[in-house]
């Protein structure tokens, strides 16, 4: 890999060793960084020079919200896919060379996509135009639950309202790297802005089909805490904020106990955590598995669902949200 972009006396490869024994996902990163940056073959053009704004987004979700507000002024790359969990996503090597092209880079924040916080920090240091589209939501609209050990709870796209609110982070970010475009950046985030307050409505119409006593949503991990507190469900995530051990033995009786007590009627698998939890729990409590959310990615853009008479795209901002309260409304009516 090194060899194609570097000449055998580069100095910067000479040192690959020590880094790699240093360890770190950050540091091993930069280094690739490093390696792309400064030992390309000089007279080579700039990727993308000329053509559309080179972006890439982490989550599929601001990935979604990028390429709307962007429209054909840009060329999204996602970072991560359908079923990806990203507190556990580590880059890879075309991750490194899309970061390296990148005009412009937004992340989710509020360590989502843990390490890489530090990653994106760095990469700010070094000059590059990098926006966590949670900057700018007011504190007192963060949820800070106990379990999150003092940092805000960062699944934000669970409640439309709120996420319309990042918008401001894409339009800003997107017109700084490209102040031509502007105007279109401007006008697209307006329409995004419209777009996820009407799902807001839908969503809280939807919602409302169900009686408040049975709006109770028993998932795997604490990725619900906002769709929540927007759409009135109470949220209980089996395994905490974690999407790698599995639950504990206490944890999995308290939340069987809790079932039936409350005769709770469904509880849902998530698309980025294992289903095995939740598929014991369901044995051991009687309630059925009442389908699969999305919880940290979106689905498989162009898989088509039929909600109302109407189809929409589950690898779709709109059609994530609305294939959630869709599917957990129906199992637990």
């Not at 580590?90 to 992340?107: Q, W």
């Not at 490209?178 to 807001?200: C, F, S």
């Not at 599917?327 to 009516?333: D, I, N, P, R």
Request: charged residues 25%; glycine residues 10%; negative net charge.
């Amino acid at each position: 890999m090194f060899q194609k972009f570097c000449s055998s006396s580069c100095q910067r490869c000479a040192t690959r060793g020590r880094f790699l024994r240093a360890g770190g996902l950050v540091s091993l990163v930069f280094l690739s960084l490093s390696v792309l940056t400064g030992c390309q073959q000089g007279g080579e053009e700039e990727a993308g020079a000329g053509g559309p704004l080179s972006v890439v987004a982490t989550t599929t979700m601001i990935s979604d919200m990028v390429a709307e507000v962007g429209g054909d002024k840009i060329q999204v790359f996602s970072m991560m896919g359908p079923g990806v969990d990203p507190h556990l996503y580590k880059p890879t090597a075309s991750d490194i060379g899309h970061l390296k092209d990148a005009d412009v880079i937004f992340y989710n924040g509020l360590f989502l996509e843990g390490r890489m916080a530090e990653l994106f920090d760095r990469l700010k240091q070094e000059g590059k135009p990098v926006h966590a589209v949670s900057d700018k939501l007011p504190e007192e609209q963060l949820l800070n639950p106990a379990q999150f050990h003092g940092h805000p709870d960062p699944h934000i796209w669970g409640d439309a309202g709120l996420w319309a609110t990042t918008v401001s982070v894409v339009v800003e970010g997107l017109s700084k790297a490209d102040p031509e475009n502007a105007a279109h950046y401007e006008a697209q985030g307006n329409v995004v802005r419209e777009k996820y307050q009407a799902l807001h409505e839908w969503a809280l119409k939807k919602t409302a089909e169900l009686p408040k006593e049975k709006r109770v949503l028993v998932t795997s991990h604490d990725a619900f805490n906002y769709l929540g507190r927007a759409y009135g469900f109470e949220v209980v995530g089996v395994q905490g904020i974690s999407t790698v051990s599995e639950a504990g033995l206490a944890d999995l009786a308290r939340t069987v106990d809790f079932i039936k007590q409350r005769k709770v009627k469904a509880i849902f698998v998530e698309s980025s955590v294992p289903r095995a939890t939740i598929e014991r729990i369901s044995k051991d409590s009687g309630a059925v598995v009442g389908g699969e959310l999305f919880s940290d990615a979106m689905g498989t853009p162009g898989e088509l669902e039929d909600i109302g008479g109407e189809q929409i795209d589950l690898g779709t901002y709109e059609g994530m949200l609305k294939h959630n309260l869709n599917t957990a409304v129906e199992a637990l009516k």
